[in-house]
T-cell receptor
Framework: ETGVTQTPRHLVMGMTNKKSLKCEQH?????MYWYKQSAKKPLELMFV???????ENNSVPSRFSPECPNSSHLFLHLHTLQPEDSALYLC???????????FGPGTRLTVT | GIQVEQSPPDLILQEGANSTLRCNFS?????LQWFHQNPWGQLINLFY???GTKQNGRLSATTVATERYSLLYISSSQTTDSGVYFC????????????FGQGTTLQVKP
């Protein structure tokens, strides 16, 4: 248990669906992150939020839309995804952007 | 941006053996972490080690920042050590952008 939770743990969605991934951290951290892990590829940073403000968008397609309503919660809204978006989506948090990051268990997403 | 390379990509050990995993990075770092990813995908923090040496049980790590590498030592390996080990770094001048290596897949045989 790292203090970072993610829901759902598994998600199957069609290309026309809209769904959201949720991340919550119970560590009192100020920075939160979304990463994507595809098969045969290293983990890729998608977005960084610091004190609820987005500080990094790593050229992510607009069909992925993040939302950070407060320092404890982070969402990833998904719409019109492609099969190649199937991956493990990991959320992380840290005290601030220079410190150790702690990861949630991930959401395994399959797009059909 | 910073590049992170890990070696070897795959490693097979007999239970009880020792091993060394290496991580090379292309720039000075603000943050360097080692993780173990279990079969369910959870990344488990092993070390936060931008410089120096740390030990935790059978695991230890050393980062030589001036020479841009880090080593993870596993002693007396157990079957539960199997999985993928990742090194990740945040380059100086960057904040929060943790760049991961490709990982080392370790299999410990009984």
């Amino acid at each position: 248990e790292t203090g970072v939770t993610q829901t759902p743990r598994h998600l199957v969605m069609g290309m026309t669906n809209k769904k959201s991934l949720k991340c919550e951290q119970h560590l009192g951290h100020n920075a939160m992150y979304w990463y994507k892990q595809s098969a045969k590829k290293p983990l890729e940073l998608m977005f960084v939020y610091n004190f609820k403000e987005q500080t990094e968008n790593n050229s992510v397609p607009s069909r992925f839309s993040p939302e950070c309503p407060n320092s404890s919660h982070l969402f990833l809204h998904l719409h019109t995804l492609q099969p190649e978006d199937s991956a493990l989506y990991l959320c992380a948090s840290s005290q601030d952007q220079l410190y150790e990051q702690y990861f949630g268990p991930g959401t395994r997403l399959t797009v059909t | 941006g910073i590049q992170v390379e890990q070696s070897p990509p795959d490693l097979i050990l007999q239970e009880g053996a020792n091993s060394t995993l290496r991580c090379n990075f292309s720039d000075s770092v603000n943050n360097l972490q080692w993780f173990h990813q279990n079969p369910w995908g959870q990344l488990i923090n092993l070390f936060y080690i931008p410089s120096g040496t740390k030990q935790n049980g059978r695991l230890s790590a050393t980062t030589v920042a001036t020479e841009r590498y880090s080593l993870l030592y596993i002693s007396s390996s157990q079957t539960t050590d199997s999985g993928v080990y990742f090194c990740a770094a945040v380059g100086s001048g960057n904040t929060g952008k943790l760049i991961f290596g490709q990982g080392t897949t370790l299999q410990v045989k009984p």
